[in-house]
């Protein structure tokens, strides 16, 4: 069972709307097949510690949400990002999309996207940012930023 659905009870009737993004192309998909437009880090629980967020090491700088690339299965059950393939734009532009809202552009460093932080805010970064960090070897599901 994906990390979405144990918040069902807690969204109540806007748990549709809630595990699904505006911006992403997949919305109605994902809806039919209760997927979500956002997915875990699966470098953020170390030891339990989503289970405690006071556990988080630097919880003001480190990414729990991303939204999903459109290249994951709009059907299937992908709930999480592999953070190691982070540290590469490549493989990075496969897991989350940096560029949700860049408009008609081309350019996939263009935009932004926004990332919900373990300590509850969430943060437009521009994907030119993302890039920079990527194209540096930072696995931005890892480390803080």
Not at 12 to 39: I, V
Not at 78 to 87: C, F, K, P, V, W
């Amino acid at each position: 069972m994906s990390w979405i659905y144990s918040l069902r009870t807690y969204l109540g009737q806007n748990y549709d709307d809630l595990r699904l993004s505006p911006s992403d192309p997949f919305r109605e998909t994902r809806r039919k097949f209760k997927n979500t437009s956002y997915l875990i880090n699966d470098e953020v629980d170390e030891g339990g510690s989503l289970c405690r967020s006071q556990r988080i090491d630097n919880s003001s700088r480190r990414v729990l949400l991303f939204l999903a690339s459109d290249s994951k299965n709009p059907r299937g059950q992908e709930d999480h990002i592999h953070g190691a393939y982070l540290r590469s734009w490549s493989r990075l532009l496969g897991e989350i999309k940096p560029d949700a809202y860049r408009g008609k552009k081309a350019d996939r460093t263009a935009g932004s996207s926004p990332y919900l932080f373990t300590d509850g805010h969430v943060e437009m970064i521009s994907a030119n940012r993302i890039k920079q960090l990527a194209d540096a070897g930072t696995n931005i599901a890892k480390q803080a930023f």
